[in-house]
DNA sequence: TGTACATCAGTGAACGCGCGTTCACTGATGTAC
DNA sequence: TGTACATCAGTGAACGCGCGTTCACTGATGTAC
C-alpha cells in the first residue's frame, strides 16, 4: 500500500492532517499572536479532540518549533526561487516584504521577540543559513578596486561563520547591510510603527538598498575611503 | 498631610508600590518574556495577595500599557538628555544601543513583535514622537548644495506628520535612515540572528551611520545624484 | 488635643475558565499468512 | 481470497494547575470638627 513517493496512504494520512492542524495554528497565530495559540482550539477546528493532537505533535513547544521551521524554509525557498529566476537585489528585497506582508505574524515569528531562553534546533539554524547563503551569492564579487572600509577589515578577521560560502569581506559586508537595512525598514513597518507618516516604505527601501556599501551605484570606490 | 511637591503620604505610599510593582514586572518579563507576565506571581514577590494589585492596576493589560509607557519614557529621555549634552549621530546610536542590550525584552516591549489589534494610547504614541524628534534635531539642516533623491522627493510630499517639527525633506531622510538602520541591526543582534557570526555590531553601526544619506561624511554630494 | 468619621490598602474565599497533558479504551485500517 | 493479528487514529474522562478577576470584609491611616 505504498505510493510512488513510497508513503504509505497511512503516512499520507498522516501529513495531511498534520498539515491541517499547523494551518489552523497559522490562523490562530495571525488573529491573535503566538501567546493565543491553543491545541484545544486548534482540536476543535480541525473537528477533534484535544488529546488527539498528540497523534501529531508531541507538545504545544512542538507544534510552534514546526511552525519555526516551516516559516524558515519558506522565507528560504522563497528568496532562492527568486535568486535562481534571475531577481536582483531590490527584486529580492521586494520578494522578502512581500513574504512578510503576506502574514507580518509569520514573519515576527521567525524576527521578532525572542522567547528567553529558547534556542532553536540545529536544522533550523541550518535553514536560516540558506537565507544568508543566496544573499552571498546576490551580493556577488566586490568590483576589484573597492577600497576596503574599516568594517570590512574587521570582517576579514571575523568570517569563518560564512566558510561554509567564502565570499570576501566586501561581499559579506554588502550582504550585511543589504539584511540589517531591509529588516530596519520591514520590521517597524510591519510593528506599525510608521503609522501616521504616510511616506511609501518600499521607495525607503529603494534607496537604502541603492547605497548599499561597494555597490556599483553611487560613488566611484575612490571617494569612499574616508575615516 | 501633604509634602512640597503636593503628594499627600498616602499618594507617595502608592506611587512606590506601584513602582515596585513594576519593578517586579519588568523582572518578570526580562526572564520569561510578556507572555509569562502572571499577576498572581507578581503579587506574591511583592508580599501581598494576588487582588491587592486591583488598587493600583485596573487589570493585566493596565499593568503592561504603564510598562510600555514607562519604557518610551525612558528612551526618549535618555536620548533627549544625550542629545542635549552634546552627543552626534554616532553617540545616539550607541546610547540608544546601550538602553536596548541593558534590557531587552524592554526594547522588544516597544519595537518586538506586534500584538495583533492592540493599539497603544495617544500619551504613548506622542511619546514615541519624542525621540524622533530627538532625531530629527540631530540630523539638522543639510547641506545647502544636496541633490535630493527620489525618496527626497516623495518626502517633500508626505512629511505632515512631521508639522510638529518641520524639517527639510533630506533632513527627514537621513532620520529616518538613522532610524531604520540602526533599528535593523539592534533588533538583530538582540534577538540572536547573528550568534554564530563573530563580528561586532558596532562596527557595522558606525559604518552604517557614517553612510547616511545627506552626511557630510562620505563622498561629495554631485557624485549622489545617480539614478 | 481628642473624638467621630471617611478613606482606602489589603485579605481570603470563591468563581469560572481554559490550559496542556495522561490514560485506558474503542474501533477502524493495514499487514501477513 | 479469507482470516488473525498488529498498528494506530481518535475518544472521553480526568488531573492538576494557575490564571485574571469579583466580592464582602477587616483594620489601619488620614481628615474634620
Redesign the interface.
Known amino acids: 500500500m505504498t505510493d510512488p513517493v513510497g508513503q504509505s496512504s497511512r503516512e499520507r494520512y498522516r501529513a495531511q492532517v498534520r498539515a491541517e492542524i499547523k494551518q489552523h495554528a497559522w490562523e490562530q497565530i495571525?488573529?491573535?499572536?503566538?501567546?493565543a495559540l491553543s491545541l484545544n482550539a486548534i482540536a476543535k477546528q480541525v473537528g477533534m479532540s484535544g488529546p488527539a493532537l498528540y497523534r501529531y505533535f508531541a507538545s504545544r513547544d512542538d507544534l510552534i518549533t514546526a511552525l519555526i521551521r516551516d516559516a524558515y524554509r519558506s522565507l528560504a525557498d522563497t528568496v532562492r526561487a527568486a535568486f535562481d529566476s534571475g531577481t536582483d537585489l531590490l527584486g529580492l528585497a521586494g520578494v522578502i516584504r512581500e513574504w512578510a506582508r503576506d502574514d507580518?505574524?509569520r514573519y515576527?515569528?521567525i524576527?521578532?521577540?525572542?522567547?528567553?531562553?529558547y534556542h532553536a534546533p540545529d536544522d533550523i539554524?541550518a535553514i536560516?543559513f540558506e537565507v544568508m547563503a543566496v544573499l552571498l551569492e546576490a551580493c556577488g564579487a566586490p568590483p576589484a578596486d573597492t577600497r576596503t572600509?574599516?568594517?570590512d577589515a574587521?570582517?576579514r578577521d571575523?568570517?569563518?561563520?560564512?566558510f561554509d560560502h567564502p565570499a570576501p569581506a566586501p561581499t559579506l559586508?554588502r550582504a550585511?547591510?543589504f539584511?540589517?537595512?531591509?529588516?530596519?525598514?520591514l520590521?517597524?513597518e510591519?510593528?506599525?510603527?510608521f503609522?501616521?507618516?504616510?511616506?511609501?516604505p518600499e521607495?525607503?527601501i529603494?534607496?537604502?538598498l541603492?547605497?548599499l556599501?561597494h555597490g556599483d551605484?553611487?560613488?566611484?570606490p575612490a571617494?569612499?575611503v574616508?575615516g
Chains 1, 2 share one sequence.
Not at 190 to 193: E, K, N, S, T, Y
Not at 195 to 200: K, L, N, Q
Not at 217 to 220: N, S, V, Y
Request: glycine letters at 10%; charged letters at 15%.
Open positions: 495571525a488573529a491573535a499572536g503566538v501567546p507580518p505574524q515576527f515569528l524576527y521578532g521577540t525572542p522567547v528567553p531562553g539554524t536560516s572600509t574599516p568594517f574587521h570582517l571575523h568570517r569563518t561563520w560564512a559586508h550585511l547591510s539584511w540589517t537595512r531591509l529588516h530596519g525598514v520590521s517597524l510591519l510593528a506599525g510603527h503609522t501616521g507618516m504616510e511616506f511609501d521607495l525607503l529603494a534607496e537604502e541603492d547605497t556599501p551605484r553611487g560613488l566611484d571617494d569612499r574616508s
